[in-house]
T-cell receptor, first 112, second 110 residues
Framework: ETGVTQSPTHLIKTRGQQVTLRCSSQ?????VSWYQQALGQGPQFIFQ???????GRGNFPPRFSGLQFPNYSSELNVNALELDDSALYLC???????????FGSGTRLTVV | DAKTTQPNSMESNEEEPVHLPCNHS???????IHWYRQLPSQGPEYVIH???SNVNNRMASLAIAEDRKSSTLILHRATLRDAAVYYC???????????FGDGTTLTVKP
């Protein structure tokens, strides 16, 4: 197992810009979820993809979008960045929709 | 959304058992109960999960109430490396949602 790898580890963007965060999951992990974690709080669910289709979404606006690819990689795209988007973004993958997630170490996004 | 409630913090002595409670009174029939823990500057680490029956693995045990409205994560012998924030979450197989609460910060004293 190679684990879950996220890139970049840190990123600084300006308000109004767009950002793409990347995640490489373990082979065979058909489910990937993205979370936003503000400092001192628990992770907040953004959305989940199963076999390349979104099958669950949290309370995040449409400017948060994602993609999952056949090679078990995925992306989180955020348009029109706001200062409140500054957070740790976590990617988590699972072999299916039931078993435990393997989390990456996250991307720390700072919006200035 | 189904929600979990955990105490903000708990303390334990090293080598003693720890029981971390979680309430999930609005759990639905398709929700699996998962536990994760998180160290500073790291992503959460999977600990254990279950649906209705109690579960054991090399890290911990999970005791699930008969009505499934609460559960308890049991660390049989706490070590200093078990100090972390522990999250109890519900994973909905149908809706594809997983809701984290604020977690319990576990402090282990030598």
């Amino acid at each position: 197992e190679t684990g879950v790898t996220q890139s970049p580890t840190h990123l600084i963007k300006t308000r109004g810009q767009q950002v793409t965060l990347r995640c490489s999951s373990q082979s065979g992990h058909n489910t990937v979820s993205w979370y936003q974690q503000a400092l001192g709080q628990g992770p907040q669910f953004i959305f989940q993809y199963y076999r390349e289709e979104e099958n669950g979404r949290g309370n995040f606006p449409p400017r948060f979008s994602g993609l999952q690819f056949p090679n078990y990689s995925s992306e989180l795209n955020v348009n029109a960045l706001e200062l409140d988007d500054s957070a740790l973004y976590l990617c988590a993958s699972s072999p299916d929709r039931i078993r435990g997630y393997t989390f990456g170490s996250g991307t720390r996004l700072t919006v200035v | 959304d189904a929600k979990t409630t955990q105490p903000n913090s708990m303390e334990s002595n090293e080598e003693e058992p720890v029981h971390l409670p979680c309430n999930h009174s609005t759990i639905s029939g398709t929700d699996y109960i998962h536990w994760y823990r998180q160290l500073p500057s790291q992503g959460p680490e999977y600990v254990i999960h279950g649906l209705t029956s109690n579960v054991n693995n090399r890290m911990a045990s999970l005791a699930i109430a008969e009505d499934r409205k609460s559960s308890t994560l049991i660390l049989h012998r706490a070590t200093l490396r078990d100090a972390a924030v522990y999250y109890c979450i519900l994973r909905d197989d149908n809706a594809g949602k997983s809701t984290f609460g604020d977690g319990t910060t576990l402090t282990v004293k030598p």
